[in-house]
């Protein structure tokens, strides 16, 4: 569809139904996994909006009864890859803002030996698990966050991920592998046997 | 991988004396993991690793089924935040 036609589109009733009834009741799993994929609030809630004012756009094409939760995400998904395709090609930015409270506070005292770029992803939360899954390269990050916690099946992953099903299992099995290695600590602290 | 150790069916290269290659292996471990695995490739996935003294399967399996439990326990799902569906209906209706 182009923007000439997308200006004209004319949403019937049946439309905003559709929306309502199909796709909002989606919106506490959207948001989980733009959380696990932007790891910052509020980039996960304009993630979210973005998704549901594409999915409203292009709401003739979904055919209702449909997989609505998996086309969600491959929306997600695909918006997401966007903007970590452009925030990668990016220079570094710099926070002038922090730099200066920086300098401003006693911290300026001691050396500060750490990165000020900023970058897409931050590591706030001291969780073990969160920051393993996060330092994934961000097509393992993807397939785990898909399998493991929204338990969507090998096909439904394809589809969101259009790619074939047995890349989808390859590309689990080097993520499993990959994190496996990154929570040995964890998870032999925790009684686990991964070893 | 443990290094210094003979070659098992962690190793790519490690030739299976089942005849199962390595992709193919990849694949099966995964859908046991995963629960998408027919009875039939459940049979021969199990038989084998009776019958491979050099299997690592079923180690990797667990593994990677912990790995999953990890996942499960640690990963709580988050609370979307109040006021979003209002935010995203506004969005919607002010682009009308």
């Not at chain 1, 990959?178 to 925790?190: H, T």
């Amino acid at each position: 569809m182009s923007g000439e036609d997308e200006r004209h589109t004319i949403y019937s009733q049946k439309d905003i139904q559709v929306f309502e009834e199909e796709l909002l009741p989606h919106a506490s799993a959207i948001y989980n996994f733009a959380y696990r994929l932007a790891f910052d609030e509020d980039e996960a809630k304009d993630l979210v909006q973005e998704t549901y004012f594409k999915a409203y756009k292009f709401i003739k094409s979904f055919h209702k009864g449909t997989n609505a939760k998996a086309w969600l995400y491959r929306i997600l998904k695909n918006n997401f890859i966007n903007d970590y395709r452009k925030k990668s090609k990016e220079p570094a930015k710099i926070d002038y803002q922090d730099v200066e409270n920086i300098y401003n506070s006693d911290e300026a005292q001691e050396t500060f030996s750490g990165n000020i770029a900023v970058y897409p992803f931050k590591e706030t939360i001291g969780d073990e698990v969160s920051n393993a899954l996060n330092a994934l390269p961000i097509d393992f990050r993807i397939v785990i966050i898909l399998c493991d916690l929204e338990e969507f099946t090998y096909e439904e992953m394809a589809k969101i991920l259009d790619i074939p099903i047995g890349t989808v299992r390859s590309r689990l099995h080097r993520a499993r592998n990959l994190l496996r290695k990154k929570l040995l600590y964890y998870a032999q602290s925790r009684g686990f046997k991964l070893q | 991988m443990d290094e210094g150790l003979e070659k098992n069916c962690n190793d790519e290269s490690f030739d299976c004396p089942q005849g199962i290659d390595n992709e193919e292996r990849v694949q099966l471990l995964q859908r046991i993991v995963d629960g998408q695995a027919t009875t039939e490739e459940e049979k021969v996935f199990y038989s084998s690793m009776e019958d491979c003294d050099k299997c690592r399967c079923k180690n990797l399996c667990d593994q990677h089924l912990e790995i999953k439990s990890i996942l499960k326990e640690k990963l709580i799902p988050v609370p979307m935040p109040n006021g979003l569906i209002d935010q995203i209906k506004g969005k919607i209706t002010g682009s009308l």
